[in-house]
């Protein structure tokens, strides 16, 4: 019977996919400012003549064009504070489409900016798309998570990199000049970003809303029912729905959790710590680093086509993350991330010997990369729990018992007897 549930169907897919859209949008937005960087300085300093009747200082000009690449992390900060509220309020899929309008807004912003002679509008734009996609790292593999079932979460959890490297790699194929990476249609390259929104209103209006948002934070078992059996394809859903509505009925009980109690209590700082390492590996891996100035670094290394090296190191990307989406089933999370961030720090290490590179990005830049990728790679081998193959609630009640010396993580015939341990 379980057999049944765990099965791929086309409900699931479609949602996935509109999901995904998101995904897509985070990626395209990293790698889009890469190559189109010595068109889009050459705009500033016309559109500083135009105004100023004199070229643009170069001190100036790198300040914009930092500000140009960093409004969209700031953004992206601003919007991932929004993710609790609006999920919370709107749920998963309704906040992915209002999410929407953001990605909309600035597509339109960018692709008029040179139309407008304003680097203002394409900054704004900048701006408003990195609002877009923080909310998008939150909402995405949220939704993603709580549609899928419990074998094949790993796997459907990974769309949403899988999604962002696809964005990236596309991003740098529209980057060609024989494209849109062109003097003329390098708006039409950033203001893209529009058009991909537009499909994903329209198919989000098709997928199906989180069961888990509709029963636990709704206490709607009838609608939640109905969206289990199309995602599952099959009318058995009862042990699906027993799991969430314990999951229901635990977090009713618990009393509201500030952020000391996150700090204080074992339980809680445990997953909290993980959580926050776990990411911040990704952010400080120096792979962002490696695709905004990948041009300027091939460049620097006397490449003579250093745009289609960029591509490649896409293309690198983009294999890997394929490979892992038919690995995380099978080897673990733990296991993929440990090899993954072993990995990185002996590539940065690379970085740093390399002298040509190193003339380019300062002494020994990477060599930070390196230390933190080690020490990711430490604590992700010594703390991190594996979570393949978990329920959530089998996952939450693991971490509970962390206290408690020996405790591991838990199968779901475990998990009240643990649970009944853990309240003496």
């Known amino acids: 019977m379980a057999k049944q549930q765990d099965k791929v169907t086309g409900c699931l897919v479609f949602s996935c996919v509109g999901a995904a859209i998101g995904s897509f949008q985070f990626g395209y937005n990293i790698g889009v400012i890469n190559a189109p960087q010595r068109i889009?300085?050459?705009?500033?300093?016309?559109?500083?003549?135009q105004r100023y009747e004199e070229p643009i200082s170069q001190d100036t000009l790198l300040t914009l064009w930092s500000l140009s690449v960093a409004i969209f992390p700031v953004g992206g900060m601003l919007g991932s504070f929004a993710v609790n509220p609006l999920a919370s309020h709107l749920g998963r899929r309704n906040g992915m489409w209002v999410n929407t309008i953001f990605a909309v807004l600035a597509g339109i912003l960018m692709g008029f900016s040179k139309t407008a002679s304003s680097l203002e509008i394409l900054i704004a734009g900048r701006f408003f798309i990195g609002l877009h996609c923080g909310l998008v790292t939150g909402l995405v593999p949220l939704y993603l998570g709580e549609i899928?079932?419990?074998s094949f979460r790993g796997s459907i959890g990974s769309i949403h990199q899988v999604s962002a490297v696809v964005g990236i790699f596309v991003a740098q194929i529209l980057s060609l000049e024989l494209l849109m990476g062109s003097e003329k249609m390098w708006p039409l390259l950033l203001?893209?970003?529009?058009?991909?929104?537009?499909?994903q209103v329209f198919l989000m209006y098709f997928c199906v809303k989180s069961p888990r948002f509709l029963l636990i934070n709704l206490s709607k078992k009838n609608e939640t029912k109905k969206v289990l059996v199309h995602l599952r394809g099959t009318a058995d859903v009862d042990t699906e729905m027993k799991e969430m509505l314990k999951e229901q009925h635990a977090l009713q009980e618990e009393k509201p959790v500030s952020i000391l109690n996150l700090i204080c209590m074992p339980s809680l700082r445990q997953p909290l710590i993980i959580s926050l390492v776990i990411h911040a590996s990704q952010m400080l891996s120096g792979i962002n680093a490696v695709f905004y100035y990948s041009t300027a670094i091939f460049l620097k290394a006397e490449i003579q086509e250093p745009v289609y090296a960029t591509i490649g190191v896409g293309l690198v990307n983009f294999i890997f993350v394929i490979l892992s989406l038919f690995l995380v089933e099978r080897v673990g999370r733990k296991v993929l991330l440990f090899i993954g961030l072993s990995g990185m720090s002996l590539c940065s290490?690379?970085?740093?010997?390399?002298?040509?590179l190193l003339e380019l990005i300062g002494p020994y830049v990477f060599i930070i990369f390196a230390v933190l990728l080690l020490l990711f790679?430490?604590?992700?081998?010594?703390k991190l729990p594996e979570t393949k193959g978990r329920s959530f609630n089998e996952i939450s009640a693991s971490f509970r018992l962390m206290r408690i010396p020996g405790a591991q993580l838990v199968q779901d015939g475990e998990v009240q007897a643990l649970q009944a341990t853990s309240e003496v």
Do not use: C, K, Q, R
Request: charge should be negative; charged fraction near 10%.
């Open 349 to 356: 290490i690379f970085i740093v010997v390399s002298l040509l």
């Open 377 to 382: 790679s430490i604590f992700t081998y010594h």
């Open 148 to 150: 899928s079932p419990t």
């Open 191 to 199: 203001g893209f970003t529009a058009f991909p929104s537009l499909l």
């Open 40 to 49: 889009i300085e050459d705009f500033y300093n016309e559109t500083w003549i």
